[in-house]
């Protein structure tokens, strides 16, 4: 059984920058594609970036295109999500998950299609 744990989150002021790691346990992650979700009160789970297994391919939602960028270390098992010039409306729980049995070159944007979850870790971004 896989688990996964984010970290790296915190408050920070409007234009900044934080980098999140989700450290994972068991054989899996290397053949896993994965990706990072988020979720702001009173609101439905988002996508919010996916890479492949190889780490070839990565998908964004366009609401953070260009201002974040999933990253893995298969060697670590270690996948993580740099979140550049953050707004307000990045606040949120953020969630990074795994999906196993994928092609390589696999970026899942649905969530429902995903194997296991971490725990979540909060990021809220001040005006």
């Known amino acids: 059984q896989v688990q996964l744990v984010e970290s790296g989150g915190g408050l920070v002021q409007a234009g900044g920058s934080l980098r999140l790691s989700c450290a994972a346990s068991?054989?899996?992650?290397?053949?896993?594609?994965m990706g990072w979700f988020r979720q702001a009160p009173g609101k439905q789970r988002a996508f919010v970036a996916s890479i492949s297994r190889d780490g070839v391919n990565a998908y964004y939602d366009d609401s953070v295109k260009g201002r974040f960028t999933i990253s893995r270390d298969n060697a670590k098992s270690t996948v993580y999500l740099q979140m550049n010039t953050l707004k307000p409306e990045d606040t949120a729980v953020y969630y990074c998950?795994?999906?196993?049995?994928?092609?390589?070159?696999?970026?899942?944007?649905?969530?429902?299609?995903?194997?296991?979850w971490g725990q979540g870790t909060q990021v809220t971004v001040s005006s």
């Open positions: 998950a795994g999906r196993v049995g994928v092609l390589p070159g696999t970026t899942t944007t649905n969530g429902a299609q995903y194997d296991y």
């Open positions: 068991g054989r899996t992650f290397s053949t896993s594609n």
